[in-house]
């Protein structure tokens, strides 16, 4: 039993243009935010949005809590993440958009950035541990597995073609 295909793609794929699809607005979202706090000159986000919180109540632990997990920056590190937000902006838009054309080059793209990155994903998590980093783990793992596998076998399919046309089997 074959999964149906979702935007006339097969299923993987169709699947690998959601999320491509939501991260390119999420990561637009970031842009936005990071650019305002630049802008605003607001380094320690969590401790200017739960001022009033504290000023009612100074031991509120769900305050207290996200502003000891969110970290101060400064304005340089909150434009460098705002320019690394645009670049993924872009870069998941391009990849979105090549999938849904159905660009062989943006599959390798694709499986060459993962590829890249993997190495990051994993020093992060033995670094600190989440669950959040693991599924992340997991989906580029499940990503990368799937368009190599999709490319292998279109190379197989492609050099049966080609030794049939040319009278080799």
Same mark, same amino acid.
Request: no cysteine.
């Given at each position: 039993m074959t !999964?149906?295909? @979702?935007f006339g793609k097969p299923f993987g794929m169709g699947l690998i243009i959601i999320e491509k699809c939501l991260a390119a607005p999420f990561f637009g979202a970031a842009a936005v935010v990071l650019l305002v706090l630049h802008a605003r000159g607001i380094t320690d986000p969590a401790?200017?949005?739960? !001022?009033?919180? @504290?000023?009612?109540?100074?031991h509120d632990r769900l305050a207290l809590l996200v502003i000891g997990l969110v970290p101060g920056v400064s304005k340089s590190v909150l434009l460098a993440l705002a320019l690394a937000s645009i670049g993924y902006l872009v870069l998941e838009a391009i990849e979105?958009?090549?999938?849904i054309l159905g660009r062989l080059w943006v599959e390798w793209l694709i499986v060459v950035e993962t590829g890249v990155f993997l190495p990051f994903e994993v020093y992060e998590l033995a670094g600190h541990f989440t669950w959040l980093k693991v599924l992340i783990l997991a989906a580029n793992l499940l990503i990368l597995s799937y368009?190599?596998?999709?490319?292998?076998?279109?190379?197989?399919?492609?050099?049966?073609r080609l030794g049939s046309r040319y009278g080799n089997s």
């Open positions: !999964a149906p295909p @979702l401790q200017v949005l739960f !001022a009033g919180e @504290l000023r009612e109540d100074s979105a958009a090549g999938l368009l190599g596998i999709r490319r292998v076998q279109q190379a197989r399919h492609d050099d049966r």
